[in-house]
């Protein structure tokens, strides 16, 4: 019950006064007392609050008037009724009462009755005006509440309406054939323009290899030092491999807060968004997205990051199917070459023991070419056609083409007819057969008109022809054949240049002159009879060794000048393949120059091998090597499926990978099992 009385205080500094008072009230009100200005301000601004005071107007120390200003001034008192007690001569000062902040007034000595009305009638009234506030401020409260929802609602409006803008502006990228690291522009910068998601345009895309290890394909925004071109995201430690491993999108404040983190970006810190690559339940990378440190994600970032992901996955799901394309028709294209050379080589096989003739004089022909002034795409086509000019022997009884000593002229005339016959096997409209055939059918032809099958002279004989002639003679007489030895190349050149404007078209010799030590360092790149450790470079080495990545250096010398070369041509293809992948050149360049290495590595390997069986190094020695080589290839030939796999993720760890195999082949296999070669010579 007193609880839900209210509570009066009563100022007066006459104690009998505050006896009557209270003695009047207490009733029916609870009731405090003050005896002066300080102590009733101190009662009112303590809990709980009056609900209402009375407060008599002189006092000692501070009267009422100054008590009720104060009251009114502090928020805390400032809506509790003040009713004066006024003496008669107070009367007149009743204005200032109510300037002070008063509500009413009560004469001392106090009527009762007129006491408990005018009480009532104020505490009635302080009970609807706090009421009627109470529903002002309820209705205020509602009125923020609807505002606050409209305002979220307009913000949450403006997001969508920018995510959509967004995702389109990355969908739409999709249209252009793009290399990776602008798709990767593209979608930072678009990202970077949404105000609400604090992001850089600074980023890294990751792929993932066969073993599902990511490969850093392209990056944005860093700098140069930190741009470890296609280097692999250490498995495990890198928050992008946690991204991949659990398969969805994860957001890190601070890079320098994950232990083991690869990305560290730069001196300062950053946060990192990591989106999974996803494609049914394959994860085909990783794309890393930088913030500002500390930067924190808003409400809708996830969600957003997810549907970025999956337009950004089938982005790079569709280039690089695009990629694999262009690697397959590579491949196509490699293996139509490698069966032309196999073609060349078949027919070959039954004349003479290995396979390099055609290899050589097919580089031959292709170096002439070039000084004759072909462009590059001639020069291709010549190179792969010319392994075919002998395929017509296929049809010569291996009775004449086996035969040791010299022909009778009914077996020469047999012999005259494999022009014809290859020009028969070689019927067809592409290109490549198109101009195989016309070597076949015209290598024999003289410029003076004396040539077989047709005695055609001059011009009339197609150039390839006329440029094949001079190569395939050349490489005949320079190599030992079942009826005789190899020519010294003195010899060899004097015939050549002596049958300028006789056998040959004088324009054709003068450049064979030309590039002379060029075809030497191909002779001994592909000689095919065991190398002596005794013979010396024929010309010194046509190679630069300018701004390259591995620059030769003496003291990689196994101490045998033709092992030399061929360790300096591989240098030469692993340089070719690095300038590819570092320069981003295109998955096809970098492809090629793969492909030559692996071919070469190959040719190199048997010649190597065949220069230890020659000179007693059969056995466990040679047999180790042997297996070096081998495992060498077979890594070649998985990079090879790799490419094939997903081009893009073949890179820097590749290359390094090459150099360091070669190095450690070179300069510790080859040196330990040639420096006893080395010796004898
Ligand atoms: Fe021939
Ligand atoms: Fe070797
Ligand atoms: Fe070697």
């Not at 022909?365 to 002998?390: F, K, N, Q, S």
């Amino acid at each position: 019950m007193m609880g839900n009385t209210e509570l009066l205080l009563l100022v007066d500094d006459d104690v009998d006064n505050l006896k009557i008072l209270s003695g009047l009230l207490k009733r029916e009100y609870r009731i405090k007392v003050a005896r002066g200005g300080r102590e009733a301000l101190r009662l009112a601004e303590g809990e709980p609050t009056p609900d209402l005071i009375l407060l008599d107007v002189i006092m000692p120390e501070m009267d009422g008037y100054t008590v009720c200003e104060r009251l009114k001034s502090n928020p805390r008192t400032r809506d509790v009724p003040v009713i004066f007690l006024t003496g008669k001569t107070e009367a007149e000062d009743e204005a200032r009462g109510f300037q002070a902040g008063a509500v009413d007034y009560v004469a001392k000595p106090v009527n009762p009755p007129v006491l408990w009305a005018r009480v009532k009638a104020q505490l009635a009234l302080a009970a609807q005006l706090r009421h009627a506030r109470e529903e002002l401020s309820e209705a205020d409260h509602r009125i923020s509440r609807v505002t606050d929802e409209r305002d979220r609602i307009e913000i949450r409006r403006r997001r969508l309406y920018e995510q959509q803008q967004a995702l389109l502006a990355i969908a739409r990228a999709a249209l252009l054939d793009l290399s990776l690291e602008n798709y990767l522009g593209i979608v930072l910068e678009v990202l970077e323009a949404v105000p609400w998601l604090k992001v850089d345009a600074r980023g890294m895309l990751f792929l993932t290899n066969r073993k599902g290890e990511l490969i850093q394909v392209a990056q944005r925004g860093l700098g140069e030092a930190q741009r470890p071109a296609r280097a692999k995201a250490l498995a495990g430690s890198c928050v992008c491999d946690r991204a991949r491993v659990e398969m969805k999108p994860l957001f890190f404040s601070r890079l320098s807060d994950c232990l083991g983190n690869r990305l560290q970006v730069d001196a300062d810190d950053a946060g990192c968004h990591a989106l999974p690559l996803i494609e049914g339940n394959r994860v085909y990378g990783v794309l890393a997205i930088l913030s500002p440190p500390e930067a924190q994600p808003v409400e809708e970032t996830s969600q957003f990051m997810a549907d970025v992901a999956d337009i950004f996955t089938n982005l790079v799901r569709r280039r690089q199917m695009e990629e694999t394309m262009r690697i397959s028709r590579l491949e196509v294209q490699m293996a139509r070459n490698e069966i032309v050379q196999k073609l060349g080589v078949a027919a070959e096989f039954r004349d003479v023991e290995t396979g390099l003739h055609v290899l050589r004089m097919s580089q031959y022909a292709r170096v002439v070419a070039r000084v004759l002034g072909c462009d590059e795409a001639t020069c291709a086509l010549i190179e792969l056609a010319a392994p075919m000019h002998d395929v017509g022997k296929i049809g010569i009884e291996d009775r004449i083409l086996r035969k040791p000593g010299k022909l009778t002229d009914e077996e020469f005339a047999a012999m005259k007819q494999h022009p014809i016959i290859g020009g028969r096997i070689l019927e067809g409209d592409d290109p490549l057969i198109r101009m195989g055939r016309e070597i076949a059918l015209t290598h024999h032809e003289k410029w003076d008109g004396s040539g077989y099958p047709n005695g055609l002279s001059g011009e009339e004989i197609p150039f390839s022809g006329r440029v094949c002639a001079v190569a395939d003679v050349f490489d005949a007489l320079t190599t030992k054949r079942p009826y005789k030895e190899a020519w010294p190349l003195e010899k060899a050149m004097a015939l050549i240049v002596d049958g300028a404007g006789k056998a040959f078209d004088p324009k054709v010799v003068a450049a064979f002159q030309k590039a002379l030590p060029e075809i030497l360092a191909i002779k001994v790149r592909y000689q095919d009879d065991a190398i002596n450790p005794g013979d010396v470079l024929p010309a010194p080495s046509a190679h630069a060794n300018g701004n390259v990545w591995l620059p030769w250096r003496d003291s990689y010398s196994v101490g045998i000048d033709i092992i030399d070369e061929h360790h300096r041509y591989l240098l030469d293809w692993t340089n070719r393949v690095y300038q590819a992948v570092h320069e981003s050149a295109g998955t096809v360049e970098i492809a090629k120059a793969l492909f030559a290495l692996e071919q070469y590595a190959r040719i190199h390997f048997r010649a190597e091998e065949r220069l230890m069986a020659a000179h007693d190094h059969a056995g466990l020695e040679l047999e180790q090597h042997r297996r070096q080589h081998r495992s060498f290839e077979t890594e070649l030939r998985e990079l090879r499926e790799e490419i094939g796999h997903n081009p893009f993720v073949v890179g820097m760890g590749m290359v390094e990978y090459l150099r360091d195999w070669l190095f450690s082949h070179i300069l510790d296999t080859d040196k330990q099992s040639l420096a006893k070669l080395a010796d004898l010579a």
